[in-house]
């Protein structure tokens, strides 16, 4: 049916950047509205960003807003979420999959740690 595999996660300084990529096997991500999702320690997995087939960003979680962006590459079926200005707080592990999510497309996720 597909998967999804998350790279590009690692540790950074406060004020950092990092360029997560989402490979996707399956042509259902070429039509499918993704996004990327993260879990930090003890808390529930929320919804950071998402963009259409089209490529519309219509959504970003409002802590990210203006320091993350999503992006995606039909043609080589990734997805991409370019981190800036890292804040502590954006520790988490970071997932992609479809909006709203399918439970069948749950990765290992990529983890970002921004520590001094």
């Known amino acids: 049916q597909g998967q999804l595999v998350e790279s590009g996660g690692g540790l950074v300084q406060p004020g950092g950047s990092l360029r997560l990529s989402c490979a996707a096997s399956?042509?259902?991500?070429?039509?499918?509205?993704m996004g990327w999702y993260r879990q930090a320690p003890g808390k529930q997995r929320e919804l950071v960003a998402r963009?259409?087939?089209?490529?519309?960003?219509?959504y970003y979680v409002d802590s990210v807003k203006g320091r993350f962006t999503i992006s995606r590459d039909n043609a080589k079926n990734t997805v991409y979420l370019q981190l800036n200005s890292l804040k502590p707080e954006d520790t988490a592990v970071y997932y992609c999959n479809t909006v709203p999510a399918n439970s069948n497309f749950w990765g290992q996720g990529t983890q970002v740690t921004v520590s001094s």
């Open positions: 963009i259409t087939m089209g490529g519309s960003t219509n």
């Open positions: 399956g042509s259902i991500f070429k039509i499918a509205t």
